[in-house]
């Protein structure tokens, strides 16, 4: 496979807004802030999060050419806003997103509320487009991220919403941390500590 892996550009904006809808438009989080089948949401909020929101590292991958995968990770205190911040920079935002935009507030604002009060570096999102996922893409942008958390010195933190998942980021040693449903949704909070 001809994988590679490079920082994101602005110039991949559509790219990535087109690999994360498809990605996340069946996560469970997303279906119930943004309904069922709403690519258009979906693509609405990874626009105005990229370029808004998506401040950290990030980096694309791209096979035979074509882009196919994202991460994004960004170091405590600026990987969330605090809690309180959260319903005017998601009304202000988000406002062209009308009905779904009560429930994203109570979705952010509870993982800002959660966001651990101590030095890590957060992951989110990653996302790999449907039709090349289980061929080691996401494992390969882990590796960068794992990468930063070792340079660095650091713990990792991040949210889940699918059981899947949470076997995948165990493989890269993190630990569920706690768990609760969130709009709905059953979530999953992961670190990985310090070795
Ligand atoms: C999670 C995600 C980034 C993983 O990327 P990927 O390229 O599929 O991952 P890899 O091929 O490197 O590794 C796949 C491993 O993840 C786990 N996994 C991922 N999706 C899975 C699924 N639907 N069912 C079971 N296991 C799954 C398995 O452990 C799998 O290993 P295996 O194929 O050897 O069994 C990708 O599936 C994705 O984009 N999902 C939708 C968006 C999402 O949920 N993002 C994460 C939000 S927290």
Not at 32 to 51: K, V
Not at 138 to 151: F, K, N, V
Not at 163 to 186: L, R
Request: glycine fraction near 8%; charge should be neutral.
């Amino acid at each position: 496979m001809n994988l590679v892996l490079r920082k994101y550009s602005p110039a991949d904006v559509d790219d990535c807004v087109s690999v994360l809808a498809d990605a996340f438009v069946s996560s469970p989080l997303h279906l119930s802030a943004f309904g069922n089948g709403r690519i258009d949401q979906n693509r609405r909020f990874f626009r105005l999060a990229l370029r808004n929101m998506f401040f950290g590292q990030a980096f694309v991958a791209l096979h035979d050419g074509a882009l196919c995968g994202y991460i994004h990770f960004r170091a405590w205190p600026y990987c969330l806003p605090a809690p309180e911040e959260i319903p005017n920079a998601a009304a202000t935002l988000l406002k062209s997103m009308g009905e779904a935009v009560p429930k994203f507030i109570q979705w952010f604002a509870r993982w800002c509320h959660l966001d651990p009060q101590e030095p890590h570096v957060h992951l989110g999102p990653i996302g790999v487009a449907p039709g090349r996922q289980r061929q080691g893409i996401g494992t390969a942008l882990m590796d960068l991220y794992i990468a930063e958390l070792e340079q660095e010195r650091s713990i990792g933190y991040l949210e889940t919403d699918r059981v899947e998942n949470v076997s995948f980021y165990k493989k890269f040693g993190f630990v569920v941390k706690h768990e609760e449903v969130v709009i709905g949704t059953t979530t999953w909070y992961m670190s990985r500590p310090l070795n």
